[in-house]
């Protein structure tokens, strides 16, 4: 019984990682954006000047990764602060109950 | 008898964002599906020589066989050119042995295939991000020791096919045509006995599984009906109403997928980039391009240190960018986006710190054998089976010998 | 055999905490060659493809009753090797 109690006050206090992640993900999602948008872009140019075309990739196709990337950034964004204050929300509670 | 065409002809007009953005979706559901049903290859293999259970490898040669059964299908009945399915096709020589060999063996030490590695590494396990990085320097040690002999092996033709394309295309070869008959009859050589092999195997793991147990297993009754996933055995027979149940638990992330459910799922996934990048890029699953070798190259940019200007394998053989980068990324979004709402998402480091350095050698290992293959046990191994090549049979074979050392070799550490 | 499982004391423990597949059922199968018959090993994992799958699959193809306890975050997986 007192073994159970323990386990219900466990799974009562909501963890921090839960909490953090999500907003991990959404940095690391428009990190990832502004480092498409100024390195690849820039590592595209070199490769123009300097006439290699086995990895060289056309503006069109760049430009299409950009805005795939950037539809997928917000999307990715908005889900991630929506469950980063759900899960603030949550480990505010426990913390309340807790005390 | 004219050569078959190499000019790629698309199946849908698409826009580059639409494309890269359904190769985004699509490694989303393979990261999700893959993490919910714990897919790994390479522990369908090692537990052929662990548990003596062919219940995993089974559900592999069903993924195979429906890839290939599902693309081959659409391309005989003429709704993906044929062009769209081998052109993409590898070469084909000694070093697909070699490689798969190598990879087998430094995942299986390692601890994942290239699949579960990148799940896994979203899911917080610390030791799949030593294998990751340890698999980008492996393709590093590849890319300056191993390519420059490897190429021109490649281009002289010794011990190796001198292209890709039509010349490893199984309809090609058997029938020396590329017919839509050609390719329907051929689609039923490779897809039937795979699916056959594969329905055998799980049947003849559990007929063996209820023999031994004489239909029971014990266990807490409420701890069984937390985790019995995968394919239930015959004493676990589902009624219409724990199906339900069931369903219920897997949408809500309470229980796992089962093995073959998500074999289903994942092959429809394949057949879906096989269709919608058809005439436009590589219209498979492929991840080593991108987890091994850009994202190294990625790493290093801010640094100002740019290896396609300068590095073998990376100044010819890597494009700056490719429906598979986005691919990736979404394969660990949606993986870690599984284990978060699972709850399962927590960072896990082993207790015997041996296993991290075991994990970076093997990593190595794995960036060495993948780059050797010219990819990985999804680009290469599952696609070559969707590309109707005789590429993924090799690489099956060396695969399956590296895990069987790898498990020797465990025994005695 | 519940019982002996559930009351009797693991004559060896493996610690498989952040390991993954294939490590538990690899580690766990080479110490289970090494026991007796009789004997009870119990392996924590918190890798829940290992409790729910991989395990299972090594006791029911060895013919291994098991047992599977929760505590917290972690799971004691005990397998009871018969002759």
Known sequence: MEEMEKAKTKAKSYPVRKVIAPLILSLFAIVWFQFSKVYLTGADNIALREANFAIYVTPEQLQGYLEATAWTCYIVVYVGLIFFWYGLVRYVESKEVSK | MATPSMILQPVFSETWAVIFGLFGLSGFILGWVAQRGNYCFINAMTSIFTTKSLERFGALLLLFGLTALGTGILTAFGVVPAVDQYFYNYFAGWYILVGSFIFGFGAAMAGGCNLSMLYRASSGYVQNWIELFGMMIGTYVFAVAIWPFQSYTMQAGILSTTSGGYVEYLPYLLFHSTSSLAVYVTTFIVALPLILLGVYFQWRTRNRWGKSLGGSTPGLPGIRALGSPGIPTPAETSSGLRLKQDVKDMLLLRKPYGTNLSTVILALDMIFVFLVGAGYTFNYLVITSSDGGRFFEYILMPLGINLFTNTPWFNDSLPIVDPSTLMVVMLCVGAFSASYLSGDFKIRIPKDKKRLVIGFLGGMLVGIGVRMALGCNVGLMWTNFGQLGYDGYIFLLGMLGGVYLAVKVQERL | ?83
């Open chain 3, 1 to 83: 055999m519940e019982d002996v499982l559930k009351i009797k004391e693991p004559d060896d423990t493996l610690d498989v905490v952040g390991e993954s597949c294939p490590v538990p059922e690899m580690m766990a199968s080479k110490k289970l060659k090494k026991m007796k018959s009789g004997q009870i090993l119990e392996v924590l994992t918190d890798h829940q493809p290992a409790v729910d799958v991989t395990l299972p699959s090594l006791c029911k193809n060895l013919g291994y009753p098991y047992m599977i306890l929760k505590d917290g975050d972690l799971f004691r997986f005990r397998i009871l090797k018969v002759s």
